[in-house]
């Protein structure tokens, strides 16, 4: 078994957008990191969510980032939960802490770094995956 992170087959995960999520989708296509942020109080706000969590105002505007982050949570998938995962694990999902939006979240995968380097805290950056339907997905890996 490798001691690399890989990532899952593109053809297991399916996209659906809706309108709060779409932006972030498109600016992925353009390899562009972004996060929304409350036009009224100004904080950010959770992809995919129709109200501020501070002041239930439903003005968006979404912000470019550097796509810099920290590792919050991560886990290590060894073994595959189907046969179709036979050739993806090791993967490791993880939840990324964004530099600029310390306080919101991404659930996404560390790729192509060693098992052995992944820590909480380590600092990772988004690596772009441009799937054959189209889709682009932000994963993260170490910095370059």
């Known amino acids: 078994m490798s001691d690399i992170a890989k990532s899952p ?19 992925a296509r353009e390899h562009r ?21 501070h002041c239930q105002s439903q003005g968006i505007e979404w912000v470019q980032i550097s796509g810099r982050a920290q590792v919050y949570s991560y ?3 060894r ?9 993806a694990v090791p993967y490791v999902p993880a939840v990324i802490q964004l530099e600029e939006f ?12 060693p098992l052995a380097d992944i820590a909480i805290g380590m600092p990772v950056e988004v690596r772009w995956h441009d ?14």
């Open 75 to 77: 886990t290590v998938v």
């Open 102 to 113: 310390p306080d919101n979240k991404l659930i996404s995968n560390l790729v192509g770094m």
């Open 79 to 87: 073994f595959p939960l189907i046969e179709a995962m036979k050739d």
């Open 9 to 27: 087959p593109d053809e297991l995960f399916e996209l659906a957008t809706d309108a709060w999520t779409e932006p972030f989708w498109a600016a």
């Open 33 to 53: 990191l972004v996060m929304p942020r409350c036009t009224d109080c100004g904080k950010a706000r959770e992809i995919g969510s129709p109200f501020c969590h």
């Open 131 to 144: 799937r054959a339907d189209g889709v682009t997905v932000p994963r993260f890996g170490l910095p370059q």
